[in-house]
C-alpha cells in the first residue's frame, strides 16, 4: 500500500467523469495538469445515479479515526445529474428533488464538523459541482430517454445547490465552486442543435471539445472563487511541485530530495 505522499483530486460521477476513452477527458486533464502535484482518484461508475452513488460515498472518504494514513483530499469533483434525468419508467430516473436532495447530502457530509468523514476537516479543502451537460438527442434513436427540457431542470438544481453552499463557507476552511456544463457547451458551439455535434460522441457523451469547454470554466475557477486555494499549476507559490526537479536536488546530499518536499501555502 503506497503512503499518503501527495495530496489527491477524487473526481466522483458516472461515466462522462470515468471514461478515458476520449482524448483529453477529465480525468486525462487532470493527471496532465496536476502531475507531481495531486494525485487523481477517478471514482466515476458509469450508468450511475445519485441514489446509486449514495451509498458509496462510505466506501470512498474515509473516516477521520483514519485520516494520519490516507491522502489528504483536496479537490472533490461532483458530476452527477445525467442519469438522474433519464426520463421515466427508466430505472435510472431520480425526480429532480430526490437529486437535489441527494445532492446535499453529498454536500453536508463533505463539509460539515459533525461529519464522520476526514475530508470535512480538511484544510484547504476545494468542492466543484458540476452540472449535466447539454444534450443532442438527433445522435440518438428516435425514442431516446433524454429531454433537454427534463435535463436542464438537473442543470438548475445543481447550480441551487452550489449557491447555498457558497452562502455557509464564510470563515470556513472548504470553498465550492460550481461549473455550468450545459451553457459552457452551448456557449461553446454558438446554439442549442446541431452545432453540439462536434461537441458528443454519441449525444449524451463528451468528446474532447466538449470535455474542453467544461475544462475552460474550472481553469475560471481556479482563478477567481479558488485562486490562493493551491490549485493554480501555473502558479508554483500556490500550488509547488511536492518532490524537487532534479536539478534542485543537492548531488552531495541525496536526502536533500526528501527535505526539499514542498506544500502549497494553504496546506502549512
Known sequence: ?????QDCVVLFGDSITSRQDVPQ???ALMGDT???????????????????????????FARKEDAAHVPVVRLI?????????????????????????NLRYFMDELTSPSSPYAVSSTEGL?????????????MREPEWNRKPSLTKQYVDA????????????AGKTWRVGSIDAWN????????????????????LHLSTEGYAAVWGEYKKLVKTDFKGRGLDWED????????????EVDYDDPESVVKRMKLPPIRQ
Open 1 to 5: 500500500m503506497a503512503r499518503p505522499m
Open 25 to 27: 477527458s477529465l480525468q
Open 34 to 60: 496536476y502531475r507531481r502535484t495531486l494525485d487523481i482518484l477517478n471514482r466515476g461508475y458509469g450508468g450511475f445515479n445519485t441514489t446509486f452513488t449514495r451509498p458509496l460515498l462510505d466506501q470512498i
Open 77 to 101: 469533483t461532483i458530476w452527477l445529474g445525467t442519469n438522474d434525468a433519464a426520463l421515466p419508467p427508466s430505472e435510472q430516473h431520480v425526480p429532480v428533488e430526490t437529486y437535489t436532495a
Open 126 to 138: 476545494n468542492i466543484v459541482l458540476i452540472t449535466p451537460p447539454a444534450v443532442l438527442t438527433t
Open 158 to 169: 445543481c447550480l441551487q445547490v452550489a449557491e447555498e453552499w457558497k452562502a455557509k463557507q
Open 184 to 203: 459552457a457547451i452551448i456557449n461553446a458551439a454558438g446554439g442549442e442543435g446541431e452545432e453540439l455535434r462536434p461537441f458528443f460522441t454519441d449525444g
Open 236 to 247: 508554483v507559490d500556490d500550488l509547488p511541485m511536492r518532490v524537487p526537479l532534479w536539478d
